[in-house]
C-alpha cells in the first residue's frame, strides 16, 4: 500500500500531519490527521492559585490568548460566586470584541485569502499575503495593517499587555479606562467597521461573482453535515462573550442548549493512540466514528457553526449580511465548509459593530470595575467562543481557591473529527486513480480544512502565511517512489 | 557589506514570540534592509530539509523560541546550533522553560493519566494513551516522544545570548536585533534587556518602607492606586523580576508575576525572591511569621512560575 505523508515538516514542534494511504490502484484507502504535542495543561495547573489562571492558560496560545483570559476570568467569577460589575462585563466583551477584529482580519488576508485572492493552482510564489497586496492594491494591504495595529492597542490599553494581557480577576477587571482613551476606542471602531464592510466587498467581487469558485464552495467535495454549536445571547443572537451554548442538528433543528456548569452532560471526548488530541462529541448521541449526518455525536464549532446554531446577529449590518449569506447559499443551516470564510467575516463586521456599541456606552468609563468575592470558591466553569471554536474552562478548587482539578475543551479540539473528515472526504475526491497528484491539488486538500482556521496552523497567523507541505509517496515495501513539494522557492 | 542571514525557530512554544517578532512592525521593512531570513517555518516556505544542507555556521544568528519537550525539538535545536554562528535564546521559554516548565512539576505519565483517562469529559474505558508507533489497518504511524522534562535550550545546546520575556516586548526584541545588525554584540552569556535592575526600577509606582504583616491575593482586595503593590501585601515579584518590559502589569493595578527571569548575576529567580521576602516580614515570631507566610498557598508554582526547568530546584522528584 502507498503511503502520502503531508507533513508540514518545516513547522516540526507538533502542528499537524496528514497522512494519506492508497490503495494499489491509486485511490485512497484512507487518510489520517496527526497532532503531535502534549503540553499538560490539564496536570500542571493542579497546586496554582485559581486567580492566576488567566494568565497560566493563555499560554496554551500566544496567537488567542485573549480568548483562554477570557474563558478563565469567566470561570473564576463563577468558581468565587461572585457577579463582575455591569462595566467589567462591558470592558471584558470590549476588549474581546478588538480581538475578534484583529483575529479575524489576519486569518482572511493572510490565511485563507491567497487562495481565493491568488487562486488555488497559483504559483506558491504568489500564494501569499505579499500576492494579495499586489493584486487588491496597497491601501488595502495598508488598512490590513492599520486595523491589526489600532485593535492591538486597545488590547494593550484595556488589557494591560499587547501579548497575553493581564486585566481578568474573578468579579472585575484590575483596570478602568478614561474618556481619552474611551475616544480612542470610538474612532478605531468606526474605522474597523468601514474596514469590515471594505472586506465584505473584496469577497464579493473576488469570491462570489466568480462562479468557479461559487461552485467550488457549493460542491459535494467542500459539504459536511454535521451539529452545529454556537454560543447564543438570550435572543438566540450570535454572542461571542457570554449565554448558552447551543446545538442544531444539520437539519436545523435545534438539538439542545445548555448553561456552561451542564457541558459535562452534552459533550465527551474520545482518544485515539495516533494522535495526542482528544475527539470531543456530543454525548447524548455517542461516538459512531468519522461519518457525518444526524445519527453522528460529531459536532463543528466554526464561524459558519456559529451563524448556523444562531438565529441571527444582534448588530445592524451584520444582520445584514447574514440574511444575505443564507440566502445566496439556498437557507439554513449551511453545511459548505468553505462558507465558513463568508461567515468569519460577518463575524468581523460584527466584532466591530459591537466594539463602536459598547466604546458608545455610558457606563464603559466607570471607576466601578471590580466585585470583591466573599463566598468560599469550590468549583466553576467559564466558556467563551474562541474564533476556533467553543471554548470551556472547568476548574475544582480547595477552600483557599488552590486549584486540584482543571478539564479544558479548547477551540480547535472540537473540530478535531470534523477537520479530520473534511481533509479525508477531499483527498478522496481529488486523488483518483490516473490523477496526477499536483501542488494545485495538494493545496485543494489544505483548503478543506484552511476554513477552520485550526489552531495547529496558528503559526501561519505570519507574514507570509503559506502553510508548507511536502508530500513523498512510497510504494507497498516502503521504497520513496516520488516527492512532491508546495511552498518551497 | 553582505546581508546577514538569520533564522528564526519555535520548538515547544505558544506562538505568542512569533507574534512578538513580527510586533516590531514598521522595522520590519528595516530589518530586511540589512538581514535575509534564511529559514523560519512559520512565515517562509524553507524545508528542514534546506537546513540540513546548508554548510555549518553558515547562519549568522538563530533566534530560538521555545523549550526542548519532544525528541523532535531537541534534533531541531542541535541542528540549528551546528548551522548557526550566533544562537540566541529568544523568549522565556527557551531561557528560562516557562510556564509550560510548570510541567516539571510532575511527568509524562501523570501528565497523560490526567489528560487521557481522568478528565470528566474523556471517555477512555479502555485507558489507551498515545503511541510513538501505531499500526493501522493501512500501514504504520508514528508521533514524537514526549519527554519527562521541560529542558531549557541552554540546558541542551551552547547559547551565545538570552532575550527575556514572556513574550519580550518590541523594544527588547529591538535591542537584541540592534545589537546584531550593527554588529556590536555584548560579551558571550549576556541577557540582552533594557536593564539589568529590577523591574521596581522602572516602575512609577511610590515605594516607601516594606514591612509586611499580611499578605493579599489578588482578588482579596483592590489595590491602592499609586502605592508599590509589595507594600500593600501583593506578592508583586518586581523586586526579583529583570525589568526592561516597562512595568506593564503593576501599571494595569496587577503584580508582576516574573516573566523577564532573574535580575543581572542571580541564578535562581525563585530564591532571590525569597530571601527578599524575609527581609520585609514584618515580625521577629516564629508563630507569626509561619502564619504570614500560609497566606501563600502555592510558593514554588509561584516563584518559579516562569523559571522552575532554569532553577536549582529543575524539577520536582517523583516517586
Known sequence: MKKITIDPITRLEGHGKITIFLNEDGSVANTYLQIPELRGFEKFSEGRIAEDMPQITQRICGVCPEAHHMAATKALDDLFHVEPTSTAKKLRELLYSAFYVTDHTTHFYILAGPDFVMGPDASPAERNILGVIGKVGLELGGAVINTRKQNHWIIQTVGGRPIHPCFGLPGGVSRAINEEERAKIEEIAKGSIEFAKLTLKVFDDVVLKNKTYLDMILSDTFTQKSYNMGLVDKNNKVNFYDGKVRVVGPDGKEFCKYAPREYLEHIAERVEPWTYLKFPYLKKIGWKGFVDGKDSGVYRATPLSRLNAADGMATPLAQQEYERMYSTLGGKPANYTLATHWARLIELLYAAERLLELSRDPEITSPDIRNIPTATPDEGVGIVEAPRGTLTHHYITDEKGVIKKCNLIVGTTNNHAPLFMSIKKAAEDLIKPGVKITEGLLNRIEMAWRPYDPCMSCATHALPGQLPLEVTIYDAQGNEVKKLSQGIS | ?319
Open chain 2, 1 to 319: 557589506m553582505a546581508k546577514l542571514k538569520i533564522a528564526l525557530y519555535w520548538a515547544a512554544s505558544c506562538g505568542g514570540c512569533e507574534i512578538a517578532t513580527l510586533a516590531i512592525h514598521e522595522k520590519i521593512l528595516k530589518l530586511a534592509e540589512v538581514a535575509d531570513i534564511v529559514f523560519w517555518p512559520v512565515g517562509l516556505d524553507f524545508k528542514y530539509a534546506d537546513v540540513e544542507k546548508m554548510p555549518d555556521k553558515s547562519v549568522d544568528v538563530c533566534l530560538f523560541n521555545g523549550a526542548i519537550r519532544n525528541e523532535e525539538n531537541e534534533h531541531m535545536a542541535h541542528l540549528l546550533r551546528a548551522k548557526s554562528k550566533v544562537m540566541i535564546a529568544y523568549g522565556s521559554c527557551a531561557y528560562e522553560g516557562c510556564i509550560p516548565g510548570l510541567s516539571n512539576f510532575y511527568n509524562r505519565q501523570m501528565t497523560f493519566e490526567r489528560a487521557y483517562i481522568e478528565t470528566p469529559s474523556t471517555d477512555n474505558p479502555k485507558k489507551i494513551f498515545p503511541q510513538t508507533k501505531v499500526k493501522v489497518p493501512e500501514g504504520e504511524l508514528e508521533l514524537p516522544e514526549l519527554y519527562d522534562t521541560v529542558k531549557t535550550l541552554a540546558q541542551t545546546v551552547d547559547v551565545d545570548y538570552f532575550v527575556p520575556g514572556c513574550p519580550p516586548e518590541e523594544r527588547t526584541t529591538w535591542l537584541a536585533l540592534e545589537a546584531l545588525i550593527t554588529g556590536k554584540l555584548p560579551p558571550k552569556g549576556t541577557v540582552i534587556s533594557h536593564s539589568i535592575k529590577a523591574v521596581c526600577d522602572e516602575c512609577p509606582r511610590k515605594k516607601e518602607e516594606k514591612k509586611i504583616k499580611k499578605f493579599y491575593r489578588a482578588y482579596e482586595k483592590i489595590p491602592e492606586a499609586e502605592r508599590c503593590l509589595l507594600e500593600q501585601g501583593f506578592l508583586c515579584y518586581g523586586v526579583a523580576t529583570r525589568g526592561g518590559c516597562g512595568a506593564l502589569c503593576p501599571q494595569a493595578n496587577m503584580r508582576c508575576t516574573g516573566c523577564y527571569g532573574p535580575v543581572e548575576g542571580v541564578i535562581d529567580q525563585g530564591a532571590h525572591f525569597l530571601s527578599a521576602l524575609s527581609s520585609i516580614i514584618d515580625s521577629n515570631d516564629p508563630e507569626e511569621i509561619q502564619k504570614i507566610i500560609d497566606d501563600i498557598p502555592d510558593p514554588a508554582g509561584t516563584f518559579y512560575r516562569y523559571s522552575l526547568p532554569d532553577s536549582l530546584l529543575r524539577r520536582a522528584r517523583i516517586k
